[in-house]
């Protein structure tokens, strides 16, 4: 089946600090991966739209220049919370789709990420 | 109006029972339809999809799809405390790229 690595799984960082959560299609290639983040009991909201080689496709009212994404290979896609801040504290999770979008998508373990 | 709906619920059954999940979507040219199943502070895992009209059936679980009134469900057979999750409802729709999740619907299977 299709696996999709995520990590790290927690991280607590200071404000002000940039933090990186990587994103990896172990068995497959991924010329598309998205970037959600999940606040408590809320849904899924959709933040970026990875392409591998090319620049991602932000949501509306997601800050491009905050939430840096690079999918510089087919299997790994990054996302960076630059300078963050208290309020950026969420569950980020990632997912890709081993074949088509139409049979669903494989997410990641998630991050949990703590922003003090 | 979202482009998801989903009741939030908490829906709560006895062990035994079958759970009834509902949803309904806006973009009437929505083609792919899902269901995952997310436990608390783990990312979701997909139970099922569909795209015809009618039934799909995966072991206790079937996904009824009727694309005329744009709803979707989900019925639990023999629903089992380990059933017990938020439940996403989630669509493809025109475009047929990104995925537009409901809020879930709780789900407590009491045993």
């Known amino acids: 089946g299709a696996v999709v690595s995520q990590h790290p799984s927690r991280v607590i960082c200071k404000s002000g600090t940039s933090v990186k959560i990587e994103c990896r299609s172990l068995?497959?290639?991924?010329?598309?991966m998205f970037w959600y983040r999940q606040f408590p009991k809320q849904s899924l909201m959709l933040m970026a739209t990875s392409n591998e080689g090319s620049k991602a496709t932000y949501e509306q009212g997601v800050e491009k220049d905050k939430f840096l994404i690079n999918h510089a290979s087919l299997t790994l896609s990054t996302l960076t919370v630059t300078s963050a801040h208290p309020e950026d504290s969420s569950f980020y999770i990632c997912s890709a789709s081993k074949e088509s979008p139409t049979y669903g998508y494989t997410f990641g373990s998630g991050t949990r990420l703590t922003v003090v | 109006q979202k482009e998801v709906e989903q009741n939030s619920g908490p829906l709560s059954v006895p062990e035994g029972a079958i759970a009834s999940l509902n949803c309904t979507y806006s973009d009437r040219g929505s083609q792919s339809f899902f269901w995952y199943r997310q436990y608390s502070g783990k990312s979701p895992e997909l139970i099922m999809f569909?795209?015809?009209?009618g039934d799909k059936e995966d072991g206790r679980f079937t996904a009824q799809l009727n694309k005329a009134s744009q709803y979707v469900s989900l019925l639990i057979r023999d629903s089992q405390p380990s059933d017990s999750a938020t439940y996403l409802c989630?669509?493809?729709?025109?475009?047929?790229?990104?995925?537009?999740f409901g809020a879930g619907t709780r789900l407590f299977v009491k045993a």
């Open positions: 068995d497959f290639q991924a010329t598309t």
């Open positions: 989630a669509v493809i729709g025109t475009g047929g790229f990104k995925t537009i």
């Open positions: 569909i795209y015809s009209n």
